[in-house]
């Protein structure tokens, strides 16, 4: 959704450039300058969120990953060595809790992947003067315990990052909001004051003012203008570990509108026509989640987030 913020961030420092250049005209009307010292206020607060949410998380995501992936071989790799001890000395306590694939690895949750790794931790501890011969040595014990450790305060570190990631980007949407209403309801009304007295001066703020590439939707019967069209964006999370999902996709059950979330785990529909849809998110290993009668209105814009469950 950055490209939107880009739009109105576009639009609102071409409107403070003419602002800056008529001021001497438009600063004599205390309505006037009080409408530009306020949507100058919000363009730097919306940069300020967007520069905030773009930190969030930082590299911890790719450590991660790159962490899991270390854990993930290393745990299986002496998981299933133990087993093979365990094998040979008819241990089937000892073998059936250390001896999972890599993949088994690879589809836990965060919690499950990190518990796991811990046991096989204790159980090659436990036998390790018999796991030589079979080429666990105690520097690979000790190494898994290592990543074990990282990746644990990694994900912490993770899970703080994205929730707060979460808060910035709702709070970003909520200002671009107020910056549209602000606009339209406030600053387009006080400066029509200068339609007939500065037609030149009130014209450079207008071309500024419609500078934001225009979105249209489709209707049944025709094309439905940005005017008559609402925006419906919002954040899909995991419930439990408060993660963003990415490539859910987010549909409005019988209608063709369909789109899949970010990177981020945000989606967005920017020209719907006004109405009241059911809103559908759906992803592999999720429960179905579903939101009914969501308005949608004309020239405004609607937030819905969803926190997905586990199937």
Known sequence: ???????????????????????????????????????????????????????????????????????????AQIGQITAAYAFSANNEVLKKAVNFPLSHYQLSRDEEVIELCRNVVTEATAVEANLVDYGVTHAMIEQLTIFIDA?????????????????????????????????????????????????ADYQLYLEARNSMPKRHAKKSNGEVTEEEAGIL?????????EMPIAGATVKLTGTGYQTETDSDGEYLF???????????????????????????????????????QRA
């Open 270 to 308: 920017d020209s719907l026509p006004a109405g009241t849809y059911t809103v559908e998110v759906t992803i592999l290993d999720y429960q179905t989640a579903q939101l009914k009668d969501q308005k949608v209105v004309a020239g405004d814009e609607t937030i819905a987030n969803f926190e997905m």
């Open 151 to 199: 990746y644990a305060a990694s994900t912490q570190l993770n899970k703080k990052d994205v929730k707060q990631r979460k808060v910035y980007s709702n709070n970003l949407q909520l200002k671009i909001k107020e910056l549209k209403d602000h606009i339209v309801n406030n600053l387009d009304k006080v400066m029509v004051i200068f339609q007939y007295s500065n037609p």
């Open 233 to 241: 964006s919002g954040m899909v999370t995991d419930k439990t570990e």
């Open 1 to 75: 959704m950055e490209n939107r913020t880009e739009d109105f961030i576009g639009m609102v420092k071409l409107a403070e450039n003419v602002w800056i250049e008529k001021q001497s005209i438009f600063g004599s009307i205390v309505a006037v300058k009080e409408g530009f010292v306020k949507l100058i206020a919000l363009k730097e607060a919306i940069l300020e969120l967007s520069e905030n949410q773009s930190k969030a998380i930082g590299g911890q995501t790719i450590n991660k990953k790159n962490l899991r992936k270390q854990i993930n071989e290393l745990a």
